[in-house]
């Protein structure tokens, strides 16, 4: 029982529980607003006491209003769920910690809390995957792939061959020089 928060975040803290992740529930407040944040580990083994963050947030915006959960929320609280299941599979020298805030359509007020929570506690949190928004797109648009910067077809690759273009000329060696050397 309880809000679809409530709800969510139980599902996830169940989830870690189940993946052995030691799960917390991490409480916190803003004003006439609280609600509680779950975080998982996955101890490392070497390094234990270097923290990488892996976060996104379960809530949505208010039933009032534009309410993006699926494209916006969902995706990231999917994400960190995934990512928990996937690397859960191997020992990890760094401790993954796996984080979902709630409060952040309204201000980011769980992360802020947790940000203030960890580094009250000195954690060394040395990197940070944020899957906030990973699916998120604009109205009526479709995903659009995008080119990496630099085209390897326009720097003398295998693929000049195969797209009908002409390949650049090798830069002349120096004298002397190894083949590595130009």
Request: with cysteine; net charge positive; aromatic share 6%.
């Amino acid at each position: 029982s309880g809000t679809p928060i409530q709800k969510a975040a139980q599902y996830a803290h169940e989830q870690f529980a189940a993946w052995n992740l030691n799960p917390s529930f991490h409480a916190w407040s803003s004003g006439t607003r609280s609600g509680r944040n779950v975080v998982g580990d996955l101890v490392g083994t070497s390094s234990p006491s270097e923290i990488v963050l892996v976060c996104g947030h379960l809530d949505d915006m208010p039933s009032t209003g534009s309410a993006p959960g699926a494209d916006d929320n969902a995706s990231g609280s999917s994400g960190v769920l995934v990512a928990a299941q996937t690397l859960l599979q191997r020992p990890w020298e760094r401790t993954l910690r796996f984080a979902l805030f709630t409060g952040e359509e309204q201000g980011l007020l769980g992360s802020r809390a947790y940000a203030a929570m960890a580094k009250a506690r000195g954690d060394n949190i040395v990197a940070v995957l944020n899957l906030d928004m990973i699916a998120w797109n604009t109205a009526g648009s479709l995903p659009t792939p995008r080119p990496p910067a630099r085209s390897y077809a326009s720097h003398g690759r295998r693929s000049d061959r195969s797209s009908g273009r002409p390949r650049r000329a090798a830069a002349p060696r120096r004298a002397g020089a190894s083949p590595s050397a130009r």
